[in-house]
């Protein structure tokens, strides 16, 4: 048997200050080692970003209105969710979690079937295999060891698919998290864990979480890439991201990018913010919020033409946003029929006999009703 | 009572042999795991298979049971077959979440579209003089929760063929291997295949009571009615082999037939998988029973230090004790001509 302690070296500790392409004002930020997308591409994730959005205000009212049991907004962490997505090829897949609704949309899964979890139709309301996305997980963290066992496979059946694995600044404290890069990294499986800190876990702080610089030094002691980024800077997500999926897929090892950005909304409607944080902060992050930044980039540059084709092709992304908006609302405006016998079909296969004789059961319960 | 074998095929070489031939025949099939390649497994039910088929489809993971659950349902989720090994009942609990909150529910999370095809096979229970944390019975936690198929095989076909038959299921199931038992012999020819592993079989046929019991205990029943038999007294065992989804049919016929049972296991009696299987034996088979459901299990204690052990699981003895208070003289006065009803 070879005894060796040879191991690979550390990889570079990430940096303090966070990868940034475009500040607050709209401005470019020269990188050593990020370049900004395109301009087309500038524009498309502003266009994804504005749905998002409004996607986001618009499930936060139909929550407020009955119409969602629940719904945990991300507003102001549009940048994140969508410079991440938007960094997948059409083969890739994602693990998203509860928060990652924009996520979802834009990554093209149906916005009605991304809101089935929070209005209690169902649990998952899509076909993970049409889109190639996973349910959003609830539990924390524990979606990652999945992109890493599916990214393992897909590797074994010669296909070329990687994963982004979502997940909060509060999951990273999580068992599951610390597995799921360990068995990343020694498997080499081509896995970007996106961790969106976005300061709060529920109602507790950051600096109760963890001790670590930042999320990304997470990722060294794993023998992992970690990348510090400014979640807000859609052009620096987007740039980060698709550089540690690019190494990823050529065998380069997965990664973690952290995503630092703030959860301007409560954690859900039915969390009351005002008893643990000040609204100063709030302040603070509104004024680093994703989409204005990315809006006077678009202006100031003229990314997309003159001034006139811009504020017309604003114009259309903005009705864009809200003809989706309208059409959710109106798709969730009746109630689907539930048939309760469904319940039975598929916990197993096939129904076993004893649920064949609950169903039954429920059946006449129904009758009697 | 018969000797036990020494000839034959032992049931840990049965589940060797599954694995075998579940690799050979299907190469979206892999086996992880702690220890599972160039060792064996610490049992050695995975011996060899590393060198037949190599590190890619036999390999050793990680140290980490919920990493091994998880990574076996992304696996899963694109089309492998994973059989994966969590080394001892009480160190797949880390698996725990996994097990429950996404193995067992992913198929109904998704209105079917997504099944997972995986096979945690878990050596449980005691009597093995193991230190602490290496003889849980710990059926009952999976048992408890919807959308898992929890099996346990009593024999070594029914371990080569019920495993076999679980890396083909298209539903996770847990594989729970009594590990006491890894030793034991039956004369078989290998591959064979038994009964499907969803419904209980009666292992021996008997007419006064029903012992129904599954996994490590079933050699146990056997015994016990081997000496009652010697006695006089016919007992039936029926092994229950699935436990969930159970089918209940075999066991409430078999009731039925001889009016008196006796559940067993080896786990802790107090909320254990036999408090179900006395529950639907008293709901089905009420008007047919001469006495009482009994259970005999495991005490209700933590599983104890190995010198102690042999006083917490079940033996013939206690089974046998349990089948004398079965009501045996109340129901019916002997009048020497066939018997009068009690008064």
């Known amino acids: 048997m070879k005894h060796t302690d040879e191991r690979p070296s550390a990889p570079a500790l990430p940096t303090r200050e966070p990868v940034r392409l475009v500040d607050r004002h709209g401005r470019r930020v020269g990188h050593s080692s990020f370049t900004a997308p395109d301009p087309a591409r500038l524009v498309e994730l502003h266009r994804a970003m504005l749905i998002g959005r409004r996607f986001n205000q618009q499930a936060g009212t139909l929550a407020r209105q009955g119409r969602l049991a629940v719904y945990p907004s991300s507003t102001g962490q549009e940048a994140a969710q969508v410079g991440g997505v938007l960094a997948l090829s059409d083969r890739d897949w994602l693990f998203p979690t509860y928060r990652d609704s924009v996520a979802l949309v834009a990554h093209g899964v149906d916005p009605v079937q991304t809101l089935t979890l929070f209005r209690g139709d169902w649990h998952c309301g899509y076909d993970p295999h049409r889109y190639r996305c996973a349910p959003q997980c609830t539990p924390l963290a524990t979606n990652a060891s999945h992109a890493v066992g599916l990214t393992y496979a897909a590797r074994r059946k010669g296909r070329d698919v990687a994963a982004l694995a979502m997940m909060g600044d509060g999951a990273t404290s999580e068992g599951d998290a610390h597995e799921a890069y360990n068995f990343a990294a020694v ?90 944080r000040d609204p100063a902060e709030v302040e603070h992050w509104k004024e680093r919020d994703p989409l204005i930044r990315s809006e006077r980039l678009i202006r100031d540059e003229g990314l997309i033409g003159d001034a006139e084709e811009t504020e017309r092709v604003l114009a259309a992304f903005g009705a864009e946003a809200d003809g989706i908006a309208d059409t959710v609302r109106e798709r969730l405006a009746g109630e689907d029929e539930l048939d309760p016998r469904s319940l039975f079909t598929d916990v197993y296969a096939t129904v076993p006999p004893l649920l064949e004789q609950e169903r039954a059961a429920l059946a006449d319960e129904l009758r009697e009703v | 009572m018969a000797a036990a074998p020494t000839t034959g095929v032992s049931m840990g070489e ?102 997972l095809p995986v096979v945690l096979r878990v050596p ?36 080569y063929s019920m495993l076999r038959e679980a890396v083909e299921c298209d539903d996770p199931v847990v594989f729970l291997e009594p590990k006491r038992r890894y030793w034991s012999r039956q004369e078989v020819e290998l591959p064979v295949r038994t009964e499907p592993m969803a419904m209980p079989v009666v292992r021996r046929p008997g007419t006064d009571a029903t012992l129904v019991t599954y996994g490590p205990m079933v050699e146990t029943a056997l015994e016990a009615a081997e000496t009652a038999a010697a006695e006089g007294r016919s007992l039936e065992v029926v092994d229950v082999r699935q436990l969930a989804p159970l089918d209940d049919g075999v066991v409430t016929a ?36 001469e006495a009482p459901v009994l259970r005999v299990g495991g005490l209700d204690v933590p599983y104890p230090p190995p010198k102690l052990e042999h006083h917490h699981l079940p033996d013939a003895d206690r089974v046998l004790a349990a089948v004398d208070r079965l009501q045996w003289e109340s129901a019916w006065v002997d009048d020497g001509e066939g018997g009068l009803p009690r008064p």
């Not at chain 1, 990304?216 to 987007?238: E, I, L, R, T």
Request: contains cysteine.
């Open chain 2, 124 to 159: 449980y229970g005691g009597g093995i003089g193991g230190v602490e944390h290496h003889s849980d019975s710990s059926e009952a936690y999976y048992t408890h929760t919807p959308g898992l198929r929890v099996v346990t095989p009593g024999t070594p076909a029914d371990a």
């Open chain 2, 14 to 115: 049965a589940l060797n042999r599954a694995l075998r031939d579940a690799l050979a025949h299907d190469s979206d099939v892999l086996v992880y795991g702690e220890d599972v390649g160039p060792l064996g497994g610490v049992f050695r039910v995975t011996d060899g298979l590393t060198a037949e088929f190599g590190q890619e489809r036999v390999f050793d993971s990680p140290l980490a049971e919920a990493g091994i659950v998880g990574t076996a349902i992304g696996m899963a989720m694109y089309g492998l077959r994973p059989v994966v090994e969590l080394q001892f009942d009480a160190f797949a609990y880390p698996a725990f979440e996994q097990v429950v909150s996404h193995l067992a529910k992913m198929r109904n999370r998704t209105r079917g579209a997504v099944s």
């Open chain 2, 254 to 289: 078999s009731v039925r037939r001889t009016g008196r049972a006796v559940v067993l296991h080896e786990a802790s009696v107090f909320g254990g998988y036999g408090a179900e299987l006395a529950a639907r034996i008293g709901e089905r088979c009420f008007h047919y029973l």
């Open chain 1, 187 to 276: 498997w080499n499986t081509p896995v970007v864990f996106l961790v969106q800190n976005n300061h709060w876990a529920i109602s507790v702080p950051l600096r109760q979480q963890t001790a670590a610089p930042t999320l990304a030094h997470k990722a060294v002691g794993y023998g992992m890439k970690g990348y510090h980024v400014d979640g807000n800077d859609a052009a620096a997500v987007h740039a980060v991201v698709s550089h540690a999926l690019a190494e990823a897929r050529a065998g380069g090892g997965p990664a973690l990018v952290e995503a630092v950005t703030y959860r301007v909304d409560a954690h859900t409607n039915a969390d009351a913010p005002q008893r643990y």
